[in-house]
């Protein structure tokens, strides 16, 4: 990787919108150099980012310089993402259809046991206990763009270690003062840790009572799987006036004839005694794509969650395929359109991809709590500044697999080439 001289001009004119979040210009300079390097350097740890760095006309003592700006400076880094929020909302009016899509991921550190937020538990994919921190992420998609306008992650739940030593650790006849107090304190911080502690679906609900209240994105509905579904993140998108479509666990009870069934129960059924109300139905995903699946659908009620319409989907026409479970609080929507909307909960997939890939979740080195935040923030930022550039290349980079459309490489390049001139200019 050849070296980065200053910021390239695409990226500088993009974080210039964000210049009031920041303090002194010196420290806007670091975090715009670390941001270019998020994108740029193949390392993107601090160290590896600020050794690409070329420094004019002076430069900084050391890497420190660089970490105290991002990290541990005194920047308003809870204003980033709702100013974030607010720049974006432009890009997302008038283009058709936009949902926002929960989902939370995994962002693996085989290296990184004393990062904030890393837990050694087991992995199911890789079948194994791994170290990983739970990343839970708000992404608003259209069919042009997609951006990444939250990234929080959970804070690890340590409450059966405390539990098994403070039961080891039990003073059993200490009347000492100070073995009393320190003893207070223990009790303290476990009720601290346990009250401060958010599951994940508590952090979407969370999520939503953020983003409704600023009104960024009034027309953009919620899309998400079973495991960020229940009641509460329900309620608090209904309160605003949006509607969302969940995918649903097939063993969850719905009341079908007069009795509770499970899903699978109905769809068996439906499958074997009622082929013929399995339709065929053109569906236009977010990609342009268009395929045939069947669907059922019917308004029925479920337990706690009162009566919803249910969407049963096979994407053969035999139906002998395992089928999808939908769910969503709109009564009077067609299968085509819940269909459609919840085609958009993948865009979460595409920023997990392109936050561990290109920004680095997974191999940034930082430790404390506010320097993790930041950095999955300010990886937002890079995201949806990549986004925002234009793809200038050559007709031999204009690969045949896009189909003529830009690609991400392709903005990447152009960025490179901004850092290359730079380059050139320095040295001429």
Request: one cysteine or more; aromatic letters at 8%.
């Amino acid at each position: 990787m050849l070296p980065i001289v200053g910021v390239p001009d695409t990226l500088r004119h993009g974080l210039a919108a964000y210049r009031d979040v920041f303090c002194r210009a010196e420290g806007f300079d670091h975090i715009s150099r670390y941001v270019s390097g998020l994108i740029l350097s193949p390392n993107k740890t601090l160290q590896g980012i600020y050794d690409l760095q070329v420094w004019e006309p002076t430069a900084p003592r050391s890497r420190r310089a660089m970490h105290e700006a991002v990290f541990e400076a005194g920047w308003a880094a809870d204003r980033l993402m709702p100013r974030h929020r607010e720049l974006l909302a432009p890009s997302h009016r008038g283009r058709g259809r936009e949902v926002i899509s929960l989902d939370w991921t995994y962002a693996h550190h085989e290296r990184g046991l004393h990062i904030w937020g890393v837990k050694n538990a087991w992995e199911p994919v890789d079948k194994r206990q791994v170290p990983y921190q739970t990343v839970m992420t708000a992404v608003i998609a259209n069919r042009v763009r997609l951006d990444g306008i939250e990234a929080i992650v959970q804070q690890p739940n340590w409450q059966e270690e405390e539990l098994a030593y403070l039961s080891a650790s039990g003073c059993q006849g200490d009347d000492h003062l100070e073995g009393a107090r320190e003893r207070l304190l223990e009790l303290l911080h476990h009720r601290l840790h346990r009250l401060s502690y958010r599951k994940r679906t508590e952090m979407a609900c969370d999520m939503v009572e953020q983003l409704e209240p600023e009104g960024h994105f009034p027309q953009a509905h919620y899309a998400f799987d079973n495991g960020v579904l229940n009641l509460e993140l329900c309620r608090a998108i209904e309160k605003a006036g949006k509607h969302w479509v969940s995918e649903l666990e097939k063993s969850r009870l719905l009341q079908w004839h007069g009795r509770w069934q499970r899903a699978e129960a109905v769809a068996a059924g439906l499958r074997q005694d009622h082929a013929a109300s399995f339709r065929p139905l053109p569906v236009r995903c977010r990609n342009g794509e268009t395929k045939t699946v069947w669907a059922f659908t019917k308004v029925v009620r479920l337990k706690r969650y009162g009566r919803k319409r249910v969407v049963i989907v096979h994407e053969q026409a035999d139906l002998q395929d395992t089928p999808r479970f939908l769910l969503t609080d709109t009564r009077h929507w067609e299968s085509r359109r819940v269909i459609e909307t919840w085609s958009y909960r993948w865009t979460s997939e595409i920023f997990h991809e392109f936050g561990k890939q290109v920004c680095g979740w997974e191999a940034a080195q930082v430790r404390k709590e506010e320097a993790v935040k930041r950095h999955f923030r300010l990886s937002c930022v890079a995201q949806s500044l990549l986004q925002s550039a234009p793809a200038s290349g050559s007709e031999a980079e204009r690969f045949a697999f896009a189909q003529g459309e830009v690609t991400i490489g392709q903005k990447v390049r152009t960025i490179a080439r901004d850092a290359l001139k730079n380059l050139l200019q320095l040295v001429e």
